[in-house]
């Protein structure tokens, strides 16, 4: 049966182009009430708040020649990262973030909260590569953030396969402490990104690289997959190991067999993914109207 939503906070819908990249770290504390819960038979229970996290995904679009120069100020999205933790998020994955935005964040939502970030990195055909810097002054580089309220450790930055030339994103992991989940922030390349050798696809290694840096049961791992799900119309659906929605459950997911989900970019498309292997009590999906991606929201019961 569809999985329970749960109220967001939203700002005004806004609409435009596709875009790339962002970053990761974070931490706070839990409160101590119940949550209620709808089981899969229906029937409404309450589980300890110590046992419920809630993991969100967002590309905030915050690299502005990316086509985000009209999806809204910085000051705009770091309001957006505090709606949906205010609505529950415990730790948010951020792409397509700058290192100055994220510290913005991190510092906004108080000093328990602990921040991971991942710059992007650039390598051009003679193979010079660097890291991907954000426009404007200060912003410092672009990248993958990770947010938590709950102390991080072991955060790893996962090798996977990235062009051999252009931009290189990348996938960050760490385990949320105080309920021992493993929780990973992925960005995977558009196809054609290589600029040495456009007919490349890269996709389906990350795929396996994300899948391989995480436990069985006990992780939500996701982000920007750049990638529609599998189905028969979708000519890349090959691009995905069988594990993923075979082992996993994503967070729009409605049955074993569904492989759907609402659209999470403008487009109408969904290119956003949380998938757990612990049991989901929520999904939702919310246009936070600075972004031409919406936020992806799970909640698991970690009991």
Same mark, same amino acid.
């Given at each position: %049966?569809?999985?329970?939503? #749960?109220?967001?906070?939203?700002?005004? !819908?806004?609409?435009?182009?596709?875009?790339?990249?962002?970053?990761?770290? $974070?931490?706070?504390?839990?409160?101590? &009430?119940?949550?209620?819960?709808?089981?899969?038979?229906? &029937?409404?229970?309450?589980?300890? $708040?110590? =046992?419920?996290? &809630?993991?969100?995904?967002?590309? %905030?679009?915050?690299?502005?020649?990316?086509?985000?120069?009209?999806?809204?100020? /910085?000051?705009?999205?770091?309001?957006?990262?505090? +709606?949906?933790?205010?609505?529950?998020?415990?730790?948010? @994955?951020?792409?397509?973030?700058?290192?100055?935005?994220?510290?913005?964040?991190?510092?906004? @939502?108080?000093? *328990?909260?602990?921040?991971? #970030?991942?710059?992007?990195?650039?390598?051009?055909?003679?193979?010079?590569?660097?890291?991907?810097?954000?426009?404007?002054?200060?912003?410092?580089? $672009?990248?993958?953030? @990770?947010?938590?309220?709950?102390?991080?450790?072991?955060?790893?930055?996962?090798?996977? =396969?990235?062009?051999?030339?252009?931009?290189?994103?990348?996938?960050?992991?760490?385990?949320?402490?105080?309920?021992?989940?493993?929780?990973?922030? $992925?960005?995977?390349?558009?196809?054609?990104?290589?600029?040495?050798?456009?007919?490349?696809?890269?996709?389906?290694?990350?795929?396996?690289?994300?899948?391989? /840096?995480?436990?069985? !049961? !006990?992780?939500? #791992?996701?982000?920007? #997959?750049?990638?529609?799900?599998?189905?028969? +119309?979708?000519?890349?659906?090959?691009?995905?190991?069988?594990?993923?929605?075979?082992?996993?459950?994503?967070?729009?997911?409605?049955?074993?067999?569904?492989?759907?989900?609402?659209? &999470?970019?403008? *487009?109408?498309?969904?290119?956003?993914?949380?998938?757990?292997?612990?049991?989901? *009590?929520?999904?939702?999906?919310?246009?936070?109207?600075? *972004?031409?991606?919406?936020?992806? @929201?799970?909640?698991?019961?970690?009991?």
């Amino acid at each position: %049966m569809p999985l329970p939503d #749960f109220p967001l906070l939203t700002g005004p !819908r806004r609409r435009r182009g596709l875009a790339a990249a962002a970053s990761v770290l $974070a931490l706070s504390a839990l409160l101590v &009430t119940l949550v209620p819960v709808l089981t899969a038979r229906g &029937t409404v229970r309450s589980l300890p $708040a110590e =046992r419920v996290l &809630t993991v969100a995904s967002w590309n %905030m679009c915050g690299v502005r020649r990316w086509n985000c120069a009209d999806t809204g100020p /910085a000051a705009a999205k770091r309001r957006a990262v505090e +709606r949906l933790v205010g609505e529950g998020a415990d730790v948010v @994955l951020l792409q397509e973030a700058c290192a100055a935005e994220a510290e913005s964040v991190r510092d906004a @939502l108080g000093g *328990s909260w602990q921040l991971a #970030f991942r710059p992007y990195t650039s390598r051009d055909r003679a193979g010079r590569s660097g890291t991907v810097r954000c426009d404007g002054r200060g912003q410092g580089a $672009a990248g993958l953030a @990770l947010l938590s309220a709950h102390p991080l450790s072991s955060v790893r930055s996962v090798p996977s =396969r990235q062009p051999v030339a252009g931009l290189g994103r990348g996938i960050l992991c760490a385990t949320v402490g105080k309920v021992a989940v493993r929780v990973c922030n $992925a960005h995977l390349s558009l196809p054609g990104s290589d600029l040495a050798h456009p007919g490349r696809e890269y996709r389906d290694d990350q795929l396996r690289a994300l899948v391989a /840096a995480v436990p069985q !049961r !006990r992780t939500v #791992f996701g982000g920007d #997959f750049n990638l529609n799900p599998p189905s028969v +119309r979708n000519t890349s659906s090959w691009v995905w190991p069988d594990a993923v929605y075979r082992v996993y459950r994503e967070c729009d997911q409605d049955s074993a067999a569904d492989r759907s989900g609402r659209p &999470t970019h403008e *487009s109408g498309h969904k290119l956003d993914y949380l998938f757990t292997g612990l049991p989901r *009590s929520g999904c939702a999906v919310r246009d936070t109207g600075v *972004s031409d991606h919406r936020a992806l @929201l799970v909640r698991v019961d970690t009991g």
